[in-house]
């Protein structure tokens, strides 16, 4: 399968523990989106990679969130401290490089968090 | 922030009824408006608009976008079950930063 893939796909953590969530884009997509999305509303934008630069973060992001993209291919989302609000699904999303601008973002599965 | 709202929230029709979603958007640096259908997972992605006043036409499903009126619509005609599913529009900036809205719950009756 090459579409994105999120590990691992189902977390529970007690509050005030780490959790950290990986994200392999399909191959040569140079970007990487991270969002959150809790039940009956739309994706959140967290943050946005073009290759290993973090180019975009969400003002609503505290700063226990925080995410890498080292050498341009596989991301971490990491959460410090959990708190019962983290709970949510986290998306993470690939898009290939254009020379016209930006495109369509593959989602992956998704990472739910449940912070008890 | 830059906001994306969706209407109706929810809308529960007969198998081959049409019906029509909209999206509007309030956005600086926009580039393009994404709709995408989202089941039991991730979203999968439906339409890219980025030109005021062009069609995209996939099978049953179209949509349009006016950036005069900062304003999108999708339609689906002929709906079948199939089609129950919550429909997200996004707007995407110059930046790559998105905004999504938080959808239309659609279901489809037989």
Redesign the interface.
């Known amino acids: 399968d090459t579409g994105v893939s999120q590990n691992p796909r189902h977390k529970i953590t007690k509050r005030g523990q780490n959790v950290t969530f990986r994200c392999d884009p399909i191959s040569e997509h140079n ?1 990487l ?1 991270w ?1 959150r999305q809790t039940l ?6 967290l943050t ?1 990679f ?1 290759n290993e630069a973090q ?2 973060k969400s ?2 992001l505290s700063d226990r969130f925080s995410a890498e993209r080292p050498k341009g291919s596989f991301s971490t989302l990491e959460i410090q401290r959990t708190e019962q609000g983290d709970s949510a699904m986290y ?1 993470c999303a690939s898009s290939p490089p254009t020379g016209t ?10 990472t739910r968090l449940t912070v008890l | 922030e830059d906001k994306v709202v969706q209407s109706p929230l929810s809308l529960v029709v007969h198998e081959g009824d049409t019906v029509t979603l909209n999206c509007s958007y309030e956005v600086t640096n926009f580039r393009s408006l994404l709709w995408y259908k989202q089941e039991k997972k991730a979203p999968t992605f439906l339409f890219m608009l980025t030109s005021s006043g062009i069609e995209k036409k996939s099978g049953r499903l179209s949509s349009i976008l006016d950036k005069k009126e900062l304003s999108s619509i999708l339609n689906i005609t002929a709906t079948q079950t199939g089609d129950s599913a919550i429909y997200l529009c996004a707007e995407l900036t110059n930046a790559g930063k998105s905004t999504f809205g938080d959808g239309t719950t659609l279901t489809v009756k037989p």
């Not at chain 1, 601008?101 to 998704?110: A, I, L, T």
Request: zero cysteines.
């Open positions: 970007r989106y969002y009956g509303q739309g994706p959140e934008f946005y073009q180019l975009e003002r609503l998306l601008g930006y495109n369509e973002q593959f989602f992956g599965p998704g």
